[in-house]
């Protein structure tokens, strides 16, 4: 019976990622954590109150270091003695300039490097404790190449690829698996995380 922690989770991959693991057996997924920045959204709610036993809702956002790490205090509490199996960190923001990088004023490209390069990093280094007691150790970092950066996509795949295989090579000890995955526009079947 595994637990799960999904950002990003109010709409889109997340949501969508929470639904099916909520329809997976009891004996495969036990909890499911789905973090948004601010209120559930309509379906979430919806979900949570579907399945109170096994899904909770919790407010973090990734750009933000104390609300991550009040997070991962409210799941601990949730889980007790048990530890978190796999870390799912959807959580991300898109945003378009005519011009790309050229035109992009760069604090739109700081906060958008914030919430989806060191956004991830917040939650697993505020997760890592309840990963290390977990049974699975698994963290899957799901991310979208963000459009403002469309000229330079092979720096941000690099940027977003690199961060997974150095957590997994300092936290490669404790067998905690690190992996980055990129979302394509084709349908997929039920997730098996």
């Known amino acids: 019976m595994a637990s799960y922690l999904v950002t990003g989770a109010s709409r889109g991959i997340g949501l969508e990622l929470t639904k099916q693991l909520l ?3 009891v004996s495969q997924v036990g909890k499911v ?3 948004t920045r601010s209120d559930s959204s309509a379906p979430l709610r919806d979900l949570v109150e579907k399945s109170p ?3 909770v809702h919790i407010t973090a956002s990734v750009d933000d270091t104390e609300s991550v790490q009040r ?3 409210d799941v601990k509490a949730k889980l007790g003695t048990q530890g978190l199996d796999v870390l799912v960190n959807n959580a991300g923001q898109q945003a378009f300039a005519p011009g790309g990088t050229k035109t992009a004023p760069p604090e739109q490209l700081a906060h958008l490097f914030d919430v989806n390069v060191i956004g991830p990093h917040r939650v697993i280094a505020a997760f890592l404790p309840l990963l290390e007691t977990g049974n699975q150790k698994k963290v899957i970092n799901v991310y979208v190449l963000v459009r403002v950066w469309e000229q330079h996509q092979g720096q941000a795949r690099l940027i977003l690829a690199t961060v997974p295989r150095r957590w997994e090579q300092f936290h490669g000890p ?3 698996s690190v992996r980055p ?3 394509t526009r084709y349908p997929r079947p039920h997730c098996t995380c």
């Open 23 to 25: 329809e997976l057996p």
């Open 33 to 35: 954590f789905a973090v």
């Open 53 to 55: 036993d096994r899904a």
């Open 71 to 73: 997070a991962a205090r």
């Open 174 to 176: 404790s067998n905690i």
């Open 181 to 183: 995955l990129r979302p």
